[in-house]
């Protein structure tokens, strides 16, 4: 069964410090999206992505974040200056529709 | 701003018991409503969904229905089985957005004990 994939599973990095988060979605899906789970709280969306642009972004989605789809295939967000209040889980999610969505594992980012 | 407020946050129910999730939300212009399964280190995975207008949807032991005027929608799993244990999230879109742009519940952890 097709399934969205996300490296890595866990990313500890020093305050300050830029992280790539990458995600490979399922492929004949047009829709993206970046979602984040900060412990013991709900899932927040952040962002969607729709051909080749950003089509929504939520409050959270600051200028210190980016997202890419650099080769067609993946599909990236990017932190350029971590804070410790990054750390969280985020997750991956591509869609055919725009209304089924299909999650990755995610991956867990420590700020340290 | 908009919410989704998910009940009980725990549950615990012998094999074979039904389970029932419930969720309000405020976003009156809400018109899609999924559910979400997150066993122990995997993603959310989509098991059943409904849209506003359609009152309850059935997938064998799960169902959803769905009360707009009240604003709350509930899961609910009949003869439930040990692997029915796992997280599960009530999600609503979002007013003025697209439908994968979601509002999230709490989630609500449940435990099928044998």
């Known amino acids: 069964e097709p399934e969205v994939t996300q490296t890595p599973s866990h990313q500890v990095t020093q305050m300050g410090q830029e992280v790539i988060l990458r995600c490979v979605p399922i492929?004949?899906?047009?829709?993206f999206y970046w979602y984040r789970q900060i412990l013991g709280q709900k899932v927040e969306f952040l962002v969607s992505?729709?051909?080749?642009?950003?089509?929504?972004k939520s409050e959270i989605f600051d200028d210190q974040f980016s997202v890419e789809r650099p080769d067609g295939s993946n599909f990236t967000l990017k932190i350029r200056s971590t804070k410790l209040e990054d750390s969280a889980m985020y997750f991956c999610?591509?869609?055919?529709?725009?209304?089924?969505?299909?999650f990755g594992s995610g991956t867990q980012l420590s700020v340290l | 701003g908009e919410n989704v407020e998910q009940h009980p946050s725990t549950l615990s129910v012998q094999e074979g018991d039904s389970a029932v999730i419930k969720c309000t939300y405020s976003?009156?212009?809400?018109?899609?409503f999924p559910w979400y399964k997150q066993e122990l280190g995997k993603g959310p995975q989509l098991i059943i969904d409904?849209?506003?207008?359609?009152g309850e949807k059935k997938d064998q032991r799960i169902a959803v229905t769905l009360n707009k005027t009240a604003k709350h929608f509930s899961l609910h799993i009949t003869e439930t089985q040990p692997e029915d244990s796992a997280v599960y999230f009530c999600?609503?879109?979002?007013?003025?957005?697209?439908?994968?742009?979601?509002?999230f519940g709490k989630g609500t952890k449940l435990s099928v004990k044998p």
């Open positions: 999610a591509s869609s055919e529709d725009n209304e089924k969505l299909f």
């Open positions: 492929s004949n899906h047009l829709y």
């Open positions: 992505f729709y051909n080749n642009e950003i089509s929504e």
């Open positions: 976003d009156s212009a809400s018109n899609y």
């Open positions: 409904i849209r506003s207008n359609v």
């Open positions: 999600a609503a879109s979002f007013r003025g957005g697209s439908q994968g742009n979601l509002i």
